[in-house]
């Protein structure tokens, strides 16, 4: 058995290597392509960056440069798409890991914030209408709700009477830019910039500053899910070349579809879009092309039908993008912009993170073998302690709605509003988790005190081993050696995953992931925040596991071999999964019936946006973490090892290389 566990292991990792190997072909075109990665040293702090530089880009025959810049929660991986293929036709292509993310030590706070907001898109805005009013709050709230607010808009949005001040809504862009403009390699008449979300008010700033600056001004930008503001907000000397929008049909956040439910043809009926089109309303269409890209004039909205996230690496907005390029800055067709291999690369990186994650199972497996982690495998409880099946559907059901009905209030209070100190909780959405969890923690200590106090008054008392928190039934509730043992190997197990998630960044500039951030070599100062948060992360998925594995147990649960395993797996994931599947319909169905986004209809817009888009990958990875729970609680009789090790992934995930403030 021992061999056996070990060839397993051996071949998870040799496979995902190769997978691997295949994923850095393709990210350098076979050699085509250099990958090198920088630091810029701002005198805030360092930014870093992921450099694609085509061969044939050299001092004596510079190539065309573009710098992109990600979204929020994103970092430099997630313009993999966009870099592959402009590096491909020539290009060299800076990714900027912006203030506030990825290994950049520049907080988001360096951003900027004033004391105000405006709740339309800028321009439109009225104070006597109450869309332009003056706000209070944590710094984290000033600051998200300033994102839209640009460091080259007027002093009325950019300056408070408070001192505070929008400095830079490039969020490092503009240094970025300045450092790529004068490559020796890079044409620095053929400069360009591309952004998602986030990085397109990025895009914006850095054109705006870059305006008055000759030969150095960007010959095109494009914005991938961006927002639109009126010429008013701006001082009419800065002017824009060549301008592409991106619209994604079902976007989630509002001020990227003008504050409207939902995207449709009259939404080039407004002045917004047709003035930015250049042309009149009974004239603007979606995917045409307006004004002339030798004078900087051409406009385009090219309408995508996808969602808000998934821009990023959708191929007919890379086809637009392609050729918008060829048409302002040169950038070569000789390969046609149909012809994209980026998502040959995405396959390959998400089966090797993968793999490299079932490397925990044969690892576990090898461990359990010894004296010292021999001692977390218990029996299961008896089958006689098994909830009876109206008990089971009640449990179910109530487990279902709490956790997916209190998900869009309670991550957005702990996004923005919590009152959590600022200098210790530096993590934006992993607050919002916080939020959530915290919540749903209390409820869980609840239920478990009266579920224990009803045992107890029909004379069947429950012991710890009945909810997967004891080893036996000699009355503990808690058994603190068996969770230290557990915990142990839970560190084990998820260290091996660290370690050559290291190797790969290394040896491949590649971790593991599939398009948006997952497993990223830890900082020094996100490791400290991977140990503020891990602590709740833990004590949710104890309780969560503990609920679920042991106080639901089902027949399947004893039930031995593969089948067994994968009934008793499909009712843990559907209960674990249940309320974010039930708010992701809640939130999509509407949406694609053309009604507006579910949370934005029955909730309001303040409850759109980051944590509804975050659903589509958020249920993929409960879906992973369902499968160590289960096979991890059959194998010891208890929640722990499960538990550590998903709460350990979890906050990895969230710490690892999204927004800190």
Not at 529 to 541: A, D, M, N, R, T
Request: glycine content about 10%; aromatic content about 12%; charged content about 20%.
């Amino acid at each position: 058995m021992k061999k056996k566990n070990m060839i397993i292991l051996a071949c998870l990792l040799a496979a995902a290597t190769v997978c691997m190997v295949g994923a850095n072909l393709i990210q350098t075109a076979g050699g085509k392509i250099k990958i090198t990665e920088g630091v810029i040293d701002t005198g805030k702090g360092m930014m870093t960056y992921k450099l694609y530089t085509p061969v044939t880009a050299t001092k004596e025959d510079p190539a065309p440069g573009v710098l992109l810049l990600h979204g929020y929660q994103n970092d430099h991986e997630t313009n993999d798409a966009y870099a592959i293929e402009l590096a491909r036709r020539g290009a060299v292509v800076m990714c900027l890991d912006e203030y506030g993310h990825g290994s950049t030590g520049i907080g988001l706070k360096a951003r900027g914030y004033v004391n105000r907001v405006v709740k339309v898109n800028y321009g439109n805005e009225s104070r006597e209408k109450g869309t332009f009013k003056d706000i209070g709050g944590s710094v984290r709230y000033r600051v998200l709700m300033n994102f839209s607010n640009l460091s080259f808009f007027n002093d009325m949005y950019t300056k408070d009477d408070k001192g505070n001040e929008i400095t830079d809504s490039s969020c490092g862009g503009i240094a970025a830019y300045g450092v790529l403009a004068t490559m020796e390699n890079v044409d620095k008449t053929k400069l360009a910039l591309s952004g998602h979300s986030m990085g397109t008010w990025s895009s914006w700033s850095v054109a705006a500053f870059y305006s008055g600056y000759g030969e150095y001004k960007p010959k095109a930008i494009v914005l991938q899910c961006g927002e639109l503001f009126r010429n008013s907000v701006y001082d009419p000397s800065i002017t824009f070349n060549n301008v592409l929008l991106l619209q994604a049909k079902y976007d989630e956040f509002s001020y990227f579809r003008d504050y409207e439910l939902n995207v449709t043809d009259e939404l080039l009926k407004a002045p917004l879009r047709y003035e930015f089109l250049g042309t009149d309303p009974e004239n603007a269409k979606w995917n045409t092309t307006y004004g002339d890209f030798a004078d900087g004039t051409a406009r385009r909205i090219e309408l995508l039908h996808t969602n808000h996230r998934l821009t990023t690496h959708n191929h007919a907005g890379l086809k637009t993008a392609i050729e918008w390029l060829g048409s302002s800055i040169g950038l070569k067709q000789d390969i046609s912009s149909t012809d994209q291999i980026f998502g040959y690369k995405e396959i390959l990186v998400l089966i090797s993170m993968l793999l490299v994650l079932s490397c925990m199972f044969p690892l576990f497996n090898l461990l359990k073998e010894t004296k010292f982690f021999g001692k977390v495998l218990n029996e299961l409880p008896e089958k006689e302690t098994m909830p009876g099946k109206k008990g089971l559907i009640r449990g179910v059901l109530i487990t279902i709605l709490i956790s997916g009905l209190t998900f869009p209030f309670m991550t957005q209070l702990g996004h923005a509003l919590l009152p959590l100190p600022e200098g210790i909780f530096r993590m934006t959405v992993g607050n919002g988790f916080l939020g959530w969890y915290l919540l749903l923690i209390i409820v869980m200590v609840i239920t478990t005190m009266i579920s224990l106090k009803k045992a107890k008054k029909r004379g069947e008392p429950m012991g710890g081993l009945d909810i997967g928190l004891a080893g036996d039934n000699d009355g503990k509730l808690i058994d603190f050696k068996l969770l230290l043992r557990s915990l142990v190997l839970a560190l084990i197990l998820t260290g091996t995953v660290y370690i050559v998630n290291y190797a790969y960044t290394k040896i491949f500039d590649l971790d593991l992931r599939y398009i948006w951030p997952f497993f990223r070599v830890f900082t020094l100062e996100r490791f400290l925040q991977f140990l503020v948060y891990i602590p709740f992360f833990s004590l949710f998925y104890i309780l969560n596991n503990s609920k679920i594995m042991g106080g639901m147990r089902v027949k399947s649960t004893y039930e031995p071999g593969i089948r067994g395993f994968l009934k008793n797996w499909l009712f843990n994931f559907l209960v674990m999964v249940g309320g974010v599947l039930l708010i992701t319909l809640v939130e999509y169905i509407p949406f694609f019936a053309g009604i507006g986004p579910g949370a934005d209809v029955l909730f309001g817009s303040t409850f759109g946006g980051p944590f509804m888009s975050i659903l589509i990958l958020f249920l993929p990875q409960v879906m992973f973490f369902s499968i160590p729970c289960t096979y991890f609680y059959r194998k010891t009789g208890n929640v722990y090892t499960g538990a550590f090790t998903v709460a350990i992934l979890a906050c990895w995930i969230v710490t690892g290389g999204s927004a800190i403030l």
